[in-house]
């Protein structure tokens, strides 16, 4: 069982950085994947990043790449996605999941735990 509690959420300008954090629970979180998803209003949540256990892979959103960064601590039971260069339509709530596998998932029926999201709303 992992609990996954986001943070790090906030209003910015467009141009500006976020920087979010999953805190996770549980002894066993480096034998977990990680992604990052986000879910606009009226839309389906979608894919933005993910990170294997080791950290040696990670996997990006096309619209994401290059301004985005996933990266873990393991020994803080932690992951992060770093934000630059937003942009408003990364405007949605942003989820942290796990997936009990080496190798990261893109969609969210990969993953067996959520945690309950933070707001990401970027201004224009």
């Known amino acids: 069982q992992v609990q996954l509690v986001e943070s790090g959420g906030g209003l910015v300008q467009a141009g500006g950085s976020l920087r979010l954090s999953c805190a996770a629970s549980g002894r066993t979180f480096s034998s977990y994947a990680m992604g990052w998803f986000r879910q606009a209003p009226g839309k389906e949540r979608e894919f933005v990043a993910a990170?294997?256990?080791?950290?040696?892979?990670?996997y990006y959103a096309d619209s994401v790449k290059g301004r985005f960064t996933i990266s873990r601590d393991n020994a803080k039971n932690a992951v992060y996605l770093q934000m630059n260069s937003l942009k408003p339509e990364d405007t949605a709530v942003y989820f942290c999941?796990?997936?009990?596998?080496?190798?990261?998932?893109?969609?969210?029926?990969?993953?067996?735990?959520w945690g309950q999201g933070t707001q990401v709303t970027v201004s224009s």
């Open positions: 990170i294997s256990w080791s950290g040696s892979i990670a």
């Open positions: 999941a796990a997936q009990r596998s080496y190798v990261p998932g893109t969609t969210p029926g990969n993953y067996d735990y």
